[in-house]
């Protein structure tokens, strides 16, 4: 118990004492941006207080590949609360990704124009008012017999494009507006479970990545999350332009410090997820008092890591807004992932002493 101990002391100040440019040389960056955004129809809205998440190109760092996040609708965590949407931005040596998240207003999104009312700043798709969400009818595919709260605003939207990302070669060179500014500095939520699953489906679903579908997934948009094989699931009509597997991932080659190396995360929500011991002690009540034990300090550990990955997102605004160069932009990335490093070690620090704490019962205690 002490030998292990002072290993993993050892190990976390070996972590902290190492400067943040060593992590960077074990990553791989992605310097290809993701496929353009596939041409599909948007699912009928499954009910009241459902709002429309729009699909988005995702990367798996296993199989160096892009897959498709169906778009979807997701029932909102709070009365009031909008969706802004994940996009990709250029970081000056490869691709970043900014993931979505819901709160009083819409904020910055990248200047994608993801249809459905998302067409780059802003949304076009409803409003809340009084408790109820209101769908405009021009850009949302919603039922009129089952939902009354619509209205009808034609939306001029100029920004035709397929583009997928923002900055670097042929992105979209939208910056933050001042509302865009103050939206990011509201309360905000992560995505919720739910939206979280939705992309670990996509994630196993082969039919899903790029390499196989050449920009159009079979599965471009659902219902509900997770519905992959629901009826109203809609593939995608075709590809926003022409993909071709051989530059799928755009990974740099691998040299010899990084070839056989597990990428380090740079942002918390490049970390894997949170890993559940299943107790045996073959008292059932014993059991579960465990594993609520571990589901609340899961629940802490990622709570802690959405405030990180919000203040990093913040930063990263920030650059955007000052035409940051490539020399602040790396040093603030560097920082990043010394940050998320640190967060890591600490939350599995405290996976190792709570599992101490419970390994003694678990053990089977010898029969005399």
Known sequence: MKIGFI????????VLCTPAASFGQIGVAITVGPPPLPVYEQPLCP?????????????????SDYYWVPGTWVSA?????????AYWGWGGDGFVFYDGYWGPHVGFYGGINYGFGYFGEGYEGGRWD??????NR????VNVVNIHNVYNTTVVNNNVNRV????????????PRPEDEAAARERHIPPVATQTQHVQAARANPQQRASGNMGKPGVA??????????????????????????????DRPPSENNSAQPRAAVH?????????????TGKPKLDKKYTQQQDKQIAQQQVERDKLQQAQDQEHQQLAKQNASEPQKQQVEQRHQQQTQQLQQKHEQQQQHLQQRQQPANREQPKK
Not at 130 to 135: A, R
């Open 221 to 250: 948009a659902t219902p509900r999350p997770g519905d992959f094989n629901d009826r109203g699931a809609v593939p995608a009509r075709q590809a926003g332009a022409p993909y071709s597997s051989a530059t799928r991932g755009g």
């Open 130 to 135: 009084g408790g109820h969400f209101f769908y």
């Open 77 to 85: 965590p709070e009365v009031g609360f909008l969706w802004t949407p």
């Open 164 to 175: 997928s990302f923002n900055g670097g070669r042929g992105g979209s060179t939208a910056r």
């Open 47 to 63: 009910g009241d207080g459902y709002l429309w998440t729009p699909g988005y190109w995702a990367y798996d760092y296993d199989v």
């Open 268 to 280: 918390p929500h490049d970390l894997p997820q949170f890993a559940r011991n299943v107790p045996n």
């Open 138 to 141: 021009s850009v949302n595919n």
């Open 7 to 14: 290993r993993t002391l050892l190990f976390t100040l070996v």
